[in-house]
């Protein structure tokens, strides 16, 4: 059994393919259905199906940590923890989906192993193409989540201003982008101490998502003689050697 789980989450068979999509599939609905019940009261069905989430994501915990080979050392990645608090979050009917929203961690961390990224590629010429700049948007746009997440669950109990997650992710842009209208502002020190994280590291982020976009583009090709991977779209000669390349392209359509 712990053979196959292992297989399905590093192997490189269609299977495990499919499976790591499955997973990312179902992280994006996690994430959509924490947002969409921000804007409903809370009902028996939600508490239900929050229930649901925890069992789901317990289950995929457990077998994720039997796949590994050090499972002790899965508890040194700040995703593992952030999926032990979503897990409590959802099985606490009480509580909502709470502290949910850190699930996205998990989301962050299965976009960045090697297995789907390099699937991506082979999948997708237009990933293969934008490959940084979809890296630094899906960096950015967790950081807008998470934060948002943070704000919500932090102030919608005592802040009117702030009622469901357009009003916190409203919030969170404008103090990301250091516009300020001032419509909505955050209550007490811990408030004041949030709108800083989110300046400094959300104007870092933003503008390496800018780099990303106005440098110019190159593609992934490993040099047969120095092994440097990235190349300008129209290189000849490896820059770092002068090896002659062979660069594939898409064709012409």
Known sequence: MRETLRLLYYGRSRAAHRFRYALLAFDILTILFIVGTSFVPREPWIE?????????????????IAATEKPLKEFTHPSTWADM????????PVAGEGLGFLRILRTLRLL????????????????????????ALVNLAVFLFIMTGVVYETQHWRNPAITNYVDALYFTV??????????I???????RLTAVIIMIFGVTLFLRLLQT??????????CPSCGLQRHES?????????????????GRY
């Open 48 to 64: 239900w199906v929050d229930v649901a989430f925890g069992v789901l994501i317990l289950i995929e915990f457990v077998t994720r």
């Open 85 to 92: 608090v979503a897990i409590g979050s959802f099985l606490a």
């Open 174 to 183: 404008t103090a990301l982008t250091t516009t300020g209208f001032g419509d």
């Open 213 to 222: 976009l106005l440098r110019p583009r190159k593609v992934r090709f490993s």
């Open 234 to 250: 129209d290189a000849v000669y490896c820059k770092a050697c002068g090896e002659k390349l062979n660069i594939p392209d898409e």
């Open 112 to 135: 960045h192993t090697y297995q789907l990224v390099s699937r991506l590629r082979a999948d997708s010429s237009f990933f293969r193409r934008n490959e940084e700049t979809i890296i």
């Open 185 to 191: 502002t955050l209550e007490g020190s811990m408030g």
